[in-house]
């Protein structure tokens, strides 16, 4: 398939640079999976949405304050980085914008610097000087890694409001978007109505939202991310479907861990391992009966994902839908559910 054909309706204007508040008053735009009319919820409506036994599944990858400013040494240019994942003792692959000598010094404040060993195209090696570890340094002087497209600069709110209320493991450097909207106001209500929740982890990484450049989409090549199943959400799974009940997905990481993870009868193995799974139209599904998910970038391998799940003609219906009803976009914006 042909890149352009993921140009999905979108409107500059309708790009969210914050969270709704309270989280579950986000706008939730409920499409039918076999088509139908399109409807107008909140999020904080899913309770009555789903059906008791129902299982929901959320990503709980905590995202690192990964994005790092610096000074080369000479010169003292300014530097900005990211750091993606730990390569061994004080090792990181990072994205650094610019051309960097393997050599060079970059200070990070008078106590800690990084020294670039090595870049290539998908991204460099650095390792770390600082009597601290990385995730403290990370902590101390680190920014929460927001998209491009939110213009504005990371604020302190941003280590709340970029973060799940299901975060536990650190390893993320971007937000599986579709769980911000999640209160625990809502998850006492699911709870009382009988819906399942269950955990995944899929640290994100460049291989979510690395652009997609060639022409044809089956030449565009995923980075891998490191995901777990645990033992648990494998046997909430097995119970929903004996009970001939929904896996709804929240969020595209977990279809990708779940379909990763899922065997050719709809079950899933409890593992730890990496995934550079490429959903496209023409996926067949095992393991995923609904979806929840934010309104993505056209051209991304977020919508083709979506695509696969739901049709390509049917999202660019919902998309129509939630530019001319006013939805907000993206990472901060409001959210589908296609059941």
């Known amino acids: 398939m042909q890149l352009a054909e993921f140009d999905v309706p979108f409107d500059p204007s309708l790009i969210a640079d914050r ?9 939730l735009l409920v499409a039918p999976q076999s088509g139908g009319p399109l409807s107008h919820k909140k999020v904080a409506d899913l309770p009555a949405l789903l059906a008791e036994g129902d299982l929901l599944v959320v990503n709980d990858s905590k995202v690192l304050a990964a994005r790092l400013t610096g000074r080369k040494r000479p ?39 990084v020294t670039v060993l090595a870049q290539g195209p998908t991204g460099s090696t650095v390792q770390f000087s ?16 927001l998209p491009p497209y939110i213009k504005r600069e990371p604020v302190d709110q941003d280590r709340t409001w970029y973060q799940t209320i299901f975060a536990r493991p650190e390893g993320s450097i971007a937000a599986p978007t579709a769980s911000l909207h999640f209160t625990e106001g809502l998850r006492e209500a699911l709870r009382e109505r009988g819906i399942g929740l269950a955990t995944v982890t899929l640290h994100v990484g460049p291989g979510t939202f690395r652009p997609v450049t060639a022409d044809r989409i089956e030449d565009h090549v995923m980075h891998p991310e490191r995901f777990e199943v645990p033992a648990e959400t494998v046997e909430a799974i097995r119970r929903a479907k004996a009970a ?51 309104f993505h970038l056209p051209r991304t391998t977020l919508v083709m994902l979506v695509s696969a799940f739901v049709g390509l003609d049917r999202l660019r219906e ?15 914006g409001d959210t589908m559910l296609i059941l």
């Open 75 to 113: 010169g003292g240019g300014k530097v900005e980085l990211l750091l993606v994942r730990p390569l061994g003792p004080d090792i990181w692959e990072a994205l650094i914008k610019g051309r960097m000598k393997p050599g060079q010094v970059i200070d990070l404040d008078a106590r800690t610097s």
């Open 244 to 294: 001939g009940k929904r896996v709804v997905a929240v969020g595209t990481t977990v279809v990708r861990t779940l379909e990763a993870s899922g065997n050719e009868a709809g079950m899933v193995r409890s593992m730890t391992g990496d995934t550079a799974l490429f959903i496209t139209p023409g996926y067949r599904f095992r393991v995923v009966d609904a979806l929840m998910t934010n």
């Open 318 to 332: 919902i998309y129509r839908e939630a530019v001319q009803e006013r939805y907000r976009f993206y990472s901060y």
């Open 19 to 27: 969270p709704a508040e309270p989280r579950d008053q986000a706008r």
């Open 130 to 145: 600082s009597a601290q570890p990385a995730a403290d340094v990370m902590n101390l002087l680190g920014q929460m890694p």
